[in-house]
């Protein structure tokens, strides 16, 4: 499985290193114009507005087609001649799902983390402010905590797993359905449509169980209990808020958790007891 994984990194490794070249200089364009128009003031002349329209426009479009290239490298295995190789390979179908999930993960968060960076590296170079980590990093941890923290990138990981688990299942739905590769663009369609009925079904289950629990507190409670925020209308208006709570449903976070789950072991029996080479 891990030589596999170090196959798909070998396989993409060109393109993100492309696309994260291509926007670190765009970022980089953005701050110089930024920093001259700021300087100078200025104003932003018609070709320097059309060139950071465009970076910006270039900038989104790049994490799209991103996007659109990590997960199609699945699509790939599933209607071209590399599919061929990889579902002959002593791998289970899911060993091969979860090399291209860990994968997309982790190029996912590489990405998030160098561009974050960077941006961080050119707001200390070009904004004219002297700035104190030590104060910075006080004042953030008093604003949120560790557990904040973890807790909030846990769920981007777990909805980032949710969202590629149910594109692979979508897309070997799509290929077992209809095996013609002119109307595997379906998927989508099923993406969409599964999408929606995840969503609702989270939305009715966080209804039925209206639980919560405070990350900070590990308290549990209806949002009534935990969130303080409230106002009475009697002769007099009183309003009280305490927004330093950070809470999730824990019916709909553990729904959440199955869903995945099964749509991911689902797609890895379909790959490997469906899939017709």
């Not at 507190?217 to 808020?241: C, H, R």
């Amino acid at each position: 499985m891990f030589k596999y994984m170090k196959y798909e990194v070998r396989g993409t490794y060109r393109y993100i290193l492309g696309v994260l070249s291509l926007v670190l200089i765009l970022t980089t364009a953005l701050y110089i114009y930024f920093n001259r128009v700021t300087n100078t003031s200025s104003e932003m002349s018609a070709l320097e507005g059309i060139f950071i329209g465009l970076s910006v426009l270039i900038l989104f479009g790049t994490a799209l087609a991103t996007f659109l290239y990590i997960v199609g490298s699945f699509r790939k295995e599933l209607y071209e001649d590399t599919g061929y190789l990889t579902f002959t390979l002593p791998l289970t179908g899911n060993q091969i799902v979860g090399s291209k999930l860990v994968v997309a993960l982790i190029w996912f968060i590489f990405l998030g983390v160098v561009i974050g960076l960077y941006n961080l590296i050119m707001m200390l170079i070009f904004v004219p402010v002297e700035v104190n980590f030590s104060e910075l990093f006080s004042a953030l941890f008093e604003i949120v905590n560790i557990k904040q923290i973890l807790f909030s990138v846990l769920l981007i990981i777990l909805s980032i797993v949710n969202i590629l688990v149910i594109i692979y299942f979508s897309m070997t739905i799509s290929r077992v359905t209809f095996r013609n590769k002119r109307i595997g663009g379906l998927w989508f369609i099923l993406f969409l449509v599964l999408s929606g009925l995840i969503i609702y079904g989270g939305v009715k289950i966080s209804e039925i169980f209206p639980y919560y629990i405070d990350i900070n507190t590990f308290k549990i409670g209806t949002m009534d209990t935990l969130d303080k925020l409230y106002m009475e209308i009697n002769d007099d208006i009183v309003l009280s808020a305490d927004m330093d709570i950070l809470t999730t449903n824990i019916a709909s976070t553990v729904y959440m958790i199955i869903v995945t789950v099964l749509l991911f072991l689902g797609t890895g029996y379909l790959v490997e007891k469906k899939i017709d080479l």
